[in-house]
């Protein structure tokens, strides 16, 4: 089992201690993790799950924070980037890329659902 960090999100986004608080990282991670528990009807612990979760929690919490730092918005799983207003925006990754990949993880994570006939 392994653990979210901020440092983890920092990573994906490329940016450094100085661009966004821990603080705002970490209600960001809290904020994935209750959407993916939600997503997968499983209870799911940020500091505490599998790589697979991990990566699933990480991209939706850098997704959040992209939103953020551009003046976007986040909802659930509903997403808009603002305008580029930081320092550190040439160096963000798309939101598109970051969505995709986000959705792909998010699909291997489900179970699929096989009903009686």
């Not at 100085?18 to 960001?28: G, R, S, V, W």
């Not at 509903?78 to 699909?107: M, Y």
Request: hydrophobic letters at 45%; charged letters at 20%; one cysteine or more.
């Amino acid at each position: 089992m392994t653990s979210v960090t901020t440092e983890d999100i920092r990573d994906v986004l490329h940016l450094s201690d100085a661009d966004i608080a821990d603080a705002k990282i970490l209600k960001m991670v809290k904020r994935a993790q209750v959407t993916l528990t939600l997503e997968l009807s499983q209870s799911i612990d940020a500091s505490n799950c599998t790589d697979a979760e991990k990566e699933a929690i990480t991209l939706l919490a850098a997704i959040y924070a992209l939103c953020f730092l551009t003046g976007g918005s986040a909802v659930g799983l509903n997403f808009s980037v603002g305008d580029l207003s930081t320092s550190a925006s040439s160096s963000l990754p798309s939101l598109d890329v970051l969505q995709s990949e986000f959705g792909r993880i998010l699909d291997g994570l489900k179970t699929p659902y096989v009903g009686s006939a």
